[in-house]
C-alpha cells in the first residue's frame, strides 16, 4: 500500500477543509451515516484515538475507502489530564501536568509506552489503508504539558510515523518549531503553517462561521466541529461510555457546512 504524502502548500487548496469527529472511535459511533458526510466530496476528518474506545473501527473504514482522505489525529487526551478524569486506558492515566511533564521525557515510562503503542497501532491502520492519504498526528489533544516535554512527545511519535506531517497542539503555549500548530475556536492566532479546528467552541451563526474562515483562510486545514461530535450531552460521561449514535441528517448537514461556508470564497 503506497501512502501518499502531499506537501503542505499542495493540501492548502480550497478542499482543505472538513469535519472534526472527535467522538469518531466510540463503539456507538454509526459509520455508515458517517459516509453520507463525504458524498462525492474526499474525505477530510479528524478524531481522537483510544479515548472514545480501544478498538475504533469507523477509522479504519474510513481508511478503506478508495477516494482521497486527509486526516488529522490526536493520541492523547489532553483535556482529561487537566480536569483528571482520565480513563485507566488514557495515556495520562494517573498523571498529575507535573509528572506527565516528566514522565514524557522518560521511554520507559508508562506513559511513554503508552503512546509509542497508540502511534504503532495508528500506523498499522495506515498501511491498511486504501487510496491516497495525507496524514497529520498530533501527541497530544489540547496539551498542557511545556515545549520540552512536548518535544519528547512530538519525537517520539515521528520515530513511529515519519509518513505524517506531525502536529503540535499547545493549549495555550507557544508551538514547537519544525511542527504545523493547531489551535481551536472562532478566533485562533495562528501563524502557517497551520490547523484551525473549532473545537470546543460551537458555531450558532453564519456569522461565526464566516469569521472562523476569515481568522484562518491562510492554514493547511480547517476543521468544522459541533458539540455532538463529541457526544456530548447535558450530563458529563467519561468519553468511552458516551451515546455517539447520531443520525445520518448530522453527518450530512455537517459536510455540508463544511464544504460549502469554510471553502474559498
Same mark, same amino acid.
Given at each position: 500500500?503506497?501512502?501518499?504524502?502531499?506537501?503542505?502548500?499542495?493540501?492548502?487548496?480550497?478542499?482543505?477543509?472538513?469535519?472534526?469527529? =472527535?467522538?469518531?472511535?466510540?463503539?456507538?459511533?454509526?459509520?455508515?451515516?458517517?459516509?453520507?458526510?463525504?458524498?462525492?466530496?474526499?474525505?477530510?476528518?479528524?478524531?481522537?484515538?483510544?479515548?472514545?474506545?480501544?478498538?475504533?473501527? &469507523?477509522?479504519?473504514?474510513?481508511?478503506?475507502?478508495?477516494?482521497?482522505?486527509? =486526516?488529522?489525529?490526536?493520541?492523547?487526551?489532553?483535556?482529561?489530564?487537566?480536569?483528571?478524569?482520565?480513563?485507566?486506558?488514557?495515556?495520562?492515566?494517573?498523571?498529575?501536568?507535573?509528572?506527565?511533564?516528566?514522565?514524557?521525557?522518560?521511554?520507559?515510562?508508562?506513559?511513554?509506552?503508552?503512546?509509542?503503542?497508540?502511534?504503532?497501532?495508528?500506523?498499522? !491502520?495506515?498501511?491498511?489503508?486504501?487510496?491516497?492519504?495525507? &496524514? *497529520?498526528?498530533?501527541?497530544?489533544?489540547?496539551?498542557?504539558?511545556?515545549?520540552?516535554?512536548?518535544? *519528547?512527545?512530538?519525537? /517520539?511519535?515521528?520515530?513511529?510515523?515519519?509518513?505524517?506531517?506531525?502536529?503540535?497542539?499547545?493549549?495555550?503555549?507557544?508551538?514547537?518549531?519544525?511542527?504545523? &500548530?493547531? !489551535?481551536?475556536?472562532?478566533?485562533?492566532?495562528?501563524?502557517?503553517?497551520?490547523? /484551525?479546528?473549532?473545537?470546543?467552541?460551537?458555531?450558532?451563526?453564519?456569522? @461565526?462561521?464566516?469569521?472562523?474562515? +476569515? +481568522?484562518?483562510?491562510? &492554514?493547511?486545514?480547517?476543521?468544522?466541529?459541533?458539540?455532538?461530535?463529541?457526544?456530548?450531552?447535558?450530563?458529563?460521561? *467519561?468519553?468511552?461510555?458516551? @451515546?455517539?449514535?447520531?443520525?445520518? *441528517?448530522?453527518?450530512?448537514?455537517?459536510?455540508? =457546512?463544511?464544504?460549502?461556508?469554510?471553502?474559498?470564497?
Amino acid at each position: 500500500m503506497r501512502i501518499l504524502v502531499v506537501l503542505l502548500a499542495f493540501i492548502a487548496s480550497a478542499q482543505a477543509q472538513g469535519t472534526s469527529y =472527535i467522538g469518531l472511535c466510540n463503539s456507538t459511533w454509526d459509520c455508515n451515516k458517517s459516509l453520507a458526510t463525504w458524498r462525492n466530496r474526499p474525505i477530510i476528518t479528524g478524531w481522537l484515538e483510544d479515548s472514545f474506545g480501544k478498538q475504533c473501527e &469507523c477509522a479504519n473504514t474510513i481508511l478503506q475507502q478508495k477516494k482521497h482522505k486527509i =486526516i488529522r489525529v490526536h493520541l492523547a487526551n489532553g483535556p482529561c489530564l487537566r480536569n483528571k478524569r482520565c480513563e485507566r486506558h488514557d495515556v495520562f492515566y494517573g498523571y498529575t501536568i507535573a509528572s506527565a511533564n516528566r514522565a514524557a521525557k522518560v521511554p520507559e515510562s508508562r506513559l511513554r509506552k503508552r503512546l509509542d503503542a497508540l502511534a504503532i497501532k495508528l500506523k498499522q !491502520r495506515i498501511k491498511q489503508s486504501k487510496g491516497s492519504l495525507s &496524514c *497529520y498526528v498530533s501527541p497530544c489533544l489540547e496539551c498542557d504539558l511545556h515545549g520540552t516535554a512536548r518535544r *519528547y512527545l512530538v519525537n /517520539a511519535v515521528s520515530v513511529h510515523l515519519p509518513s505524517c506531517i506531525i502536529v503540535d497542539n499547545p493549549l495555550k503555549s507557544s508551538c514547537l518549531r519544525g511542527t504545523v &500548530c493547531e !489551535r481551536h475556536g472562532i478566533n485562533p492566532n495562528l501563524r502557517v503553517p497551520c490547523i /484551525a479546528d473549532l473545537d470546543g467552541t460551537e458555531a450558532k451563526t453564519l456569522v @461565526d462561521l464566516i469569521q472562523f474562515y +476569515n +481568522n484562518t483562510k491562510h &492554514c493547511d486545514l480547517r476543521l468544522y466541529w459541533s458539540s455532538w461530535m463529541n457526544c456530548n450531552s447535558d450530563v458529563w460521561n *467519561y468519553p468511552s461510555k458516551r @451515546d455517539c449514535n447520531h443520525t445520518v *441528517y448530522k453527518f450530512a448537514k455537517a459536510g455540508k =457546512i463544511a464544504w460549502n461556508l469554510l471553502s474559498s470564497r
